[in-house]
């Protein structure tokens, strides 16, 4: 289904159908929501569920979708610096709390999550290999991978296990640790072995 329909009805019915989704992933995982209980808050038929959702994962999977074009567009403007985007991506996160929650608890195919950690990485590969020259191309991936996985552990954890720490203290943690793995310090560390 296209992130914005033309046709009103259309779009009428995915926010309606969205909409139910997201009061219920608020309160259970995703594999106890059942099509009927989301058809019955909607207003929507199982029909027209079934039309362009085959199941609630695949209507998660079409929200991730959105969710990621909303993350590329919050995130466009940004500068190559993860330093600039971690902010901007925490915030992001803060606001779409239940959806990303709901990613990190259903990682598979297409995940917003990986999908995420590779467009983060096609955007700084460049500058974490130009910050490690002698480092080798797949090193210099794992390196960035191994980073911003951490980062993404940070927000894990803030969703699942401490939901109640402010998204500003979430940041400066992260900031904290991401100035460790800094790929200006690992050049410094890797001439220094």
Not at 7 to 32: G, H, I, N, W
């Amino acid at each position: 289904m296209e992130r914005h329909p033309r046709d009103s009805r259309l779009r009428y019915t995915k926010e309606c159908l969205y909409s139910a989704f997201m009061q219920f992933l608020a309160e259970k995982p995703v594999s106890d929501i059942t099509v009927i209980e989301v058809c019955e808050l909607a207003g929507v038929s199982r029909k027209t569920f079934y039309k362009y959702y085959s199941d609630p994962f695949a209507l998660l999977a079409a929200m991730q979708d959105d969710l990621f074009e909303d993350y590329r567009e919050r995130t466009a403007e940004q500068p190559a610096d993860v330093d600039h985007v971690m902010p901007t991506l925490i915030r992001f996160v803060d606001d779409n709390k239940v959806l990303v929650k709901a990613a990190f608890e259903n990682r598979g195919p297409g995940n917003f999550i990986d999908r995420v950690l590779d467009d983060l990485f096609a955007q700084y590969r460049e500058s974490w290999e130009q910050a490690n020259p002698d480092m080798p191309p797949a090193d210099v991936e794992a390196l960035f991978y191994f980073a911003v996985s951490g980062l993404f552990g940070i927000v894990q954890r803030w969703l699942l296990v401490r939901p109640e720490q402010p998204v500003d203290d979430v940041i400066a943690q992260a900031k904290m640790l991401m100035h460790i793995a800094d790929p200006h310090r690992a050049r410094a560390y890797s001439s220094a072995r």
